[in-house]
């Protein structure tokens, strides 16, 4: 089998010139690394190891853009072993076998061992992941795998037990701010000929719409650089403004000649919404004669069953998915009055938005903070490794409990505190806002 040397081209011209930011700005060396401090800060596990060219087998563990493959580069440029990259995508038991045999031809004439790196090694099977167990037991090779997968689940128990697994965390706001503007002041490998203007606030939302991703990150700095940077130097400005018009996803426009079919079923929703009975019937009546597909109709007012009625009356929603079910079921012409039904009940519920409200609240949220990290104590821990990171320590179980509520946090520790949802003294929900307001007086007693 020929191996390939993934890191061959890292340094010639035209290559490392034609590259995305985020490959030119890789770190070469433990120096250049920027982040997970727990694993490379002095006298930490993974850099004594380096230091000292004693490489164990390992599992790197994190999320996409976490820095699994550059540490793997990193390990490959300081280590005296043969450096073999080997993706599980590509390769099966086979071309395992392969490296191997190679391995063991270069122990046996030039006694150098070799570091084999798979990347994404979640995606061999057991048969493929067995084929590795003997070589690492007995040293013939020093594993190094990558995945974004929990390898509890993913990996074999007996490889997991001869390697270390290595969680690499998403990088900080900060880690992140350093890694945007090194590539902004780097004259090499990034834009510092460009002396592009740009302030702490545009980096900064340009490093939260990344969520802890450098990959992603350097992306977005590429994408927005790119539009200026062939501007006169004086125009060379980029505004928070400019950063999210030129990262805004790119929303569909509606047809024109579509536009009546719009005016109808906002007629429809806002007669609902209005809670009035007659107009949403005729509405109804008008889109049902023009053609509409009676199941779109039917989704709108199932959404409208969550946005604008809510727990002031749960029961819309479930009137609203059998009156779906109902139409699926019997069709025209038959179930046009299960729509009838369901629009009649929905415009008389009483309403509340509070739903809608609170959930545009957690989107906003999770677009400012980014996705921050399940508490431990919340998180699940079927396996020994995780019980090991402290999964699920000090849960408390709230059936043990008077009532079957104990004061507890769940939310991240960044926003605890936060409220989302506010229900209204309306319908159902006055229940609900009586029961809520009494658990989060306990819980503010406890925080107290």
């Known amino acids: 089998m020929k191996t390939m ?56 563990w994190g999320p996409p853009g976490s820095g699994k493959t550059t540490l793997a580069r990193i390990l ?51 048969a493929q992941q067995d084929a590795f167990l003997p070589h690492v037991e007995s040293g013939l090779i020093t594993l190094i795998g990558a995945t974004t997968e929990n390898p509890s689940f993913e990996v074999i128990a007996p490889l997991l037990s001869r390697t270390r697994v290595l969680v690499l965390n998403p990088f900080s706001e900060e880690d992140l701010m350093a890694m945007v503007e090194c590539a902004l002041k780097d004259t090499q490998k990034g834009f510092g000929q460009f002396s592009i203007q740009i302030d702490l606030d545009t980096l900064r939302y340009i490093v939260r719409l990344s969520d802890g991703d450098a990959r992603s990150a350097l992306n977005n700095l590429e994408a927005i650089v790119s539009m200026v940077q062939n501007l006169p130097a004086d125009k060379r400005v980029i505004t928070p403004e400019f950063a999210q018009e030129a990262l805004l996803k790119k929303t569909l426009l509606y047809d024109k000649d579509g536009e009546e079919h719009y005016n109808l079923i906002s007629a429809l929703h806002k007669s609902l919404r209005g809670s009035d009975p007659d107009a949403a019937l005729y509405w109804l009546g008008r889109m049902i004669a023009a053609g509409e597909d009676p199941l779109y109709i039917a989704r709108r007012m199932v959404r409208f069953a969550s946005e604008d009625v809510g727990n002031a009356d749960p029961q819309a929603l479930i009137i609203a998915i059998a009156a779906q079910q109902a139409f699926h079921f019997i069709g025209l012409p038959e179930g046009e009055l299960a729509l009838a039904q369901a629009a009649v009940y929905l415009a008389t519920a009483p309403k509340s938005n509070s739903l809608y409200i609170g959930y545009g609240k957690v989107k906003e949220t999770i677009n400012t903070k980014g996705y921050l990290p399940v508490p431990l104590h919340i998180r699940n821990a079927p396996t020994k490794l995780m019980k090991e990171l402290d999964y699920g320590k000090d849960y408390k179980y709230a059936h043990d409990y008077a009532d079957a509520y104990v004061p507890q946090e769940y939310l991240p520790e960044k926003i605890q505190g936060q409220i989302f949802y506010q229900p209204k003294e309306t319908g159902f929900e006055k229940t609900i806002k009586e029961r809520i307001n009494v658990w989060r007086q306990k819980k503010n007693n406890a925080r107290d």
């Open 5 to 60: 040397d993934l890191f061959s081209q890292r340094n010639t011209g035209d290559a490392k010139v034609s590259a995305p930011l985020a490959e030119r700005m890789r770190p070469q060396n433990i120096s250049e690394y920027i982040g997970q401090r727990h694993l490379l800060a002095e006298g930490c596990l993974l850099r004594h190891a380096i230091e000292e060219d004693k490489l164990f087998s390992m599992i790197f």
């Open 76 to 126: 490959a440029n300081e280590t005296k072993s043969k450096f073999v990259s080997f993706s599980a995508v590509l390769s099966g038991v086979k071309e395992i076998r392969a490296v191997i045999d190679e391995a063991r031809e270069l122990w046996e004439v030039k006694k150098t061992k070799m570091i084999l790196f798979v990347d994404e090694i979640h995606r061999f099977n057991k």
